[in-house]
């Protein structure tokens, strides 16, 4: 399989549940990243990773967890969430852009996630 | 704040017309620009893009344009297809600050036979 795989595609859960989103990308990408897209709003950008490490979180709240065990998979996990949160969540891979040259991202198709 | 700005929330043009979508930005740090594009249900797809040593690039029937000193860029769709429909994100990057593509809000393409 190639590209940015996400799943699930759809997750509808509690405020008082704890789920993850899967991430896993097949291009040998070294660096991932979350965003999430809320209606009428741009793409936020939440977390990024590079070479597993998290190298930049844009104050996103405790409830959102990140982790990336490994180039290849990115995890979100989700805890206590509130109705608010509810929007299209966005993994994308990349290489690394530090090196000084600008890659564009590759899209997973996103998990549509609802809060009740 | 947002730095990215596409003040234009849905197009609508005719099939072998040319479609031109806009966006602005703040920041002039910023040295790359991107078109994505996004149908339902899915992620969005890289579509072309333009560093900010050139004023236009050119892939088939996209186009896009810079204009530095406006700060803005435009994408022309010449001749549109009702396959263009989808939802179109403009992106911008700065070297000098890591990863972020900071993106504008989308214009929404509908193409009519």
């Known amino acids: 399989e190639t590209g940015v795989t996400q799943t699930p595609r759809h997750l509808v859960m509690g405020m008082t549940n704890k789920k993850s989103l899967k991430c896993e990308q097949h291009?040998?990408?070294?660096?991932m990243y979350w965003y999430k897209q809320s209606a009428k709003k741009p793409l936020e950008l939440m977390f990024v990773y590079s070479l597993e490490e998290r190298v930049e979180n844009n104050s996103v709240p405790s409830r959102f967890s990140p982790e990336c065990p490994n180039s290849s998979h990115l995890f979100l996990h989700l805890h206590t969430l509130q109705p608010e949160d509810s929007a299209l969540y966005l993994c994308?891979?990349?290489?690394?852009?530090?090196?000084?040259?600008?890659?564009?991202?590759?899209f997973g198709s996103g998990t549509r996630l609802t809060v009740v | 704040d947002q730095q990215v700005k596409q003040n234009s929330p849905s197009l609508s043009v005719q099939e072998g017309r040319i479609s031109i979508l806009n966006c602005d930005y703040t920041?002039?740090?910023?040295?790359?620009f991107l078109w994505y594009k996004k149908y339902p249900a899915e992620g969005p797809t890289f579509l072309i893009s333009i560093s900010s040593i050139k004023d236009k690039n050119e892939d088939g029937r996209f186009t896009v344009f810079l204009n530095k000193s406006a700060k803005h860029l435009s994408l022309h769709i010449v001749p549109s297809q009702p396959g263009d429909s989808a939802v179109y994100f403009c992106?911008?990057?700065?070297?000098?600050?890591?990863?972020?593509?900071?993106f504008g809000k989308g214009t929404s393409l509908l193409v009519t036979p």
């Open positions: 992106a911008a990057s700065a070297k000098n600050s890591g990863y972020a593509l900071n």
């Open positions: 291009l040998g990408h070294n660096a």
């Open positions: 920041n002039s740090m910023f040295d790359y």
């Open positions: 994308a891979s990349s290489q690394d852009p530090r090196g000084g040259s600008h890659y564009g991202y590759t």
